[in-house]
């Protein structure tokens, strides 16, 4: 976020000194601890001004006619404050309506939108030209920079209680903490749930430099994270790794919806078959140009996909379009439930990894 934006939030929202509130903010970005936190403060300091609480909307749900009626309501209390959440919802035609309303905004009322990615341009424009727009989070949007600054938002939430952790530390918590940071929602989640585990290291660390054991002891593993282990073993055809890894994925308080698993492997084999087409020199550039993998996923593909057997990649995702359908309704189902139905598609691609026709 460049600093003349951090400097007019701390003036607008948090300055003893309070400027003049403006008719609309947007605040917007990937890093939603920090659009949390703006919120609340513009939430408080619109309650202290008016003497009641900012009335709420959630833009997947409300007209947004509800929301520009209740902007253009008259207050008898003073300042009165609205505030939009989810407005990534809006389409273009919503938006224009929040336009046309900002082209003469009610002084009494300060309006406050919060999204993930940047509004529709013709809003975006007209909020900047009457308010104010604050954004938090990566400067770009490719896969291995939300990964780059995710690592640096864990590392920076220790830091900020107390803690250190160093670089192949915080790779090591973001690994076992998130799924893949593809869009910014992903990345959004994956936010709050890095603030969450600083927390919590900070506090079991006492003190004491934080290690990988505490991490293992305090930081349970994302389901994607379980499932790509699981891959891992299929593809490598360790059966003794890849059934206990489904034991675990599939039991305990825990454990991952069958259906979540299916789809990580679908995706995973999906690119080993697209990375195998390539043909057996593939390297990690073009699978990465086929599969839009980017950075050590992409070399990993590309490595498992010149370990398996020719076609592999292709049969195995045959095989786990037909799991698809029979986690969902089978005879073998109704016989012995999920896990039955998991452990002999786990059999099948560990064949496959060895060569066999299945």
Same mark, same amino acid.
């Given at each position: 976020?460049?600093?003349?934006?951090?400097?007019?939030?701390?003036?607008?929202?948090?300055? /003893?000194?309070?400027?003049?509130?403006?008719?609309?903010?947007?605040?917007?970005?990937?890093?939603?601890?920090?659009?949390?936190?703006?919120?609340?403060?513009?939430?408080?300091?619109? *309650?202290?001004?008016?003497?009641?609480?900012?009335?709420?909307?959630?833009?997947?749900?409300?007209?947004?006619?509800?929301?520009?009626?209740?902007?253009?309501?008259?207050?008898?209390?003073?300042?009165?404050?609205?505030?939009?959440?989810?407005?990534?919802?809006?389409?273009?035609?919503?938006?224009?309506?929040?336009?046309?309303?900002?082209?003469?905004?009610?002084?009494?009322?300060? @309006?406050?939108?919060?999204?993930?990615?940047?509004?529709?341009?013709?809003?975006?424009?007209?909020?900047?030209?009457?308010?104010?727009?604050?954004?938090?989070?990566?400067?770009?949007?490719?896969?291995?920079?939300?990964?780059?600054?995710?690592?640096?938002?864990?590392?920076?939430?220790?830091?900020?209680?107390?803690?250190?952790?160093?670089?192949?530390?915080?790779?090591?918590?973001?690994?076992?903490?998130?799924?893949?940071? *593809?869009?910014?929602?992903? *990345?959004?989640?994956?936010?709050?749930? @890095?603030?969450?585990?600083?927390?919590?290291?900070?506090?079991?660390?006492?003190?004491? /430099?934080?290690?990988?054991?505490?991490?293992?002891?305090?930081? /349970?593993?994302?389901?994607?994270?379980?499932?790509?282990?699981?891959?891992?073993?299929?593809?490598?055809?360790?059966?003794?790794?890849?059934?206990?890894? @489904?034991?675990?994925?599939?039991?305990?308080?825990?454990?991952?919806?069958?259906?979540?698993?299916?789809?990580? @492997?679908?995706?995973?084999?999906?690119?080993?078959?697209?990375?195998?087409?390539?043909?057996?020199?593939?390297?990690?550039?073009?699978?990465?140009?086929?599969?839009?993998?980017?950075?050590? /996923?992409?070399?990993?593909?590309?490595?498992?996909?010149?370990?398996?057997?020719?076609?592999?990649?292709?049969?195995?995702?045959?095989?786990?379009?037909?799991?698809?359908?029979?986690?969902?309704?089978?005879?073998?189902?109704?016989?012995?439930?999920?896990?039955?139905?998991?452990?002999?598609?786990?059999?099948?691609?560990?064949?496959?990894?060895?060569?066999?026709?299945?």
């Amino acid at each position: 976020m460049p600093a003349a934006a951090r400097a007019a939030v701390s003036m607008a929202v948090m300055s /003893p000194r309070k400027e003049p509130l403006r008719p609309v903010y947007a605040l917007q970005g990937e890093d939603w601890p920090k659009v949390d936190t703006a919120l609340a403060r513009m939430a408080a300091r619109v *309650t202290a001004e008016s003497g009641g609480e900012p009335e709420r909307f959630d833009a997947a749900e409300a007209p947004v006619a509800d929301v520009v009626a209740a902007c253009q309501m008259l207050s008898f209390g003073g300042l009165q404050g609205v505030i939009v959440t989810g407005a990534d919802a809006w389409r273009a035609a919503d938006a224009d309506v929040i336009v046309a309303y900002l082209e003469d905004p009610n002084p009494a009322s300060v @309006l406050t939108i919060v999204s993930t990615a940047v509004l529709p341009q013709r809003l975006q424009q007209a909020v900047e030209r009457v308010g104010q727009v604050s954004r938090w989070g990566p400067g770009k949007a490719t896969p291995r920079e939300r990964r780059l600054w995710l690592e640096k938002h864990v590392a920076d939430a220790v830091a900020k209680r107390g803690g250190h952790v160093g670089p192949a530390l915080a790779r090591f918590v973001v690994d076992r903490a998130c799924g893949e940071a *593809t869009d910014a929602q992903r *990345t959004g989640l994956a936010a709050l749930t @890095l603030t969450h585990e600083a927390d919590k290291l900070v506090a079991y660390a006492g003190g004491m /430099p934080i290690d990988r054991d505490m991490v293992l002891a305090m930081t /349970p593993e994302h389901p994607e994270a379980r499932v790509y282990q699981l891959a891992d073993a299929l593809v490598a055809a360790d059966a003794a790794q890849a059934f206990a890894r @489904l034991g675990d994925l599939a039991s305990g308080d825990d454990r991952t919806d069958p259906v979540v698993i299916v789809s990580g @492997l679908a995706r995973h084999y999906r690119a080993l078959a697209r990375a195998q087409e390539l043909g057996p020199g593939a390297t990690t550039d073009a699978v990465s140009a086929a599969t839009g993998m980017k950075g050590y /996923p992409a070399q990993k593909v590309a490595e498992q996909a010149r370990s398996l057997p020719g076609g592999a990649g292709a049969r195995a995702v045959v095989r786990i379009a037909r799991l698809e359908l029979d986690i969902r309704v089978s005879a073998q189902r109704e016989l012995g439930g999920p896990q039955l139905v998991l452990e002999t598609a786990a059999r099948d691609l560990i064949g496959i990894a060895r060569g066999a026709v299945v």
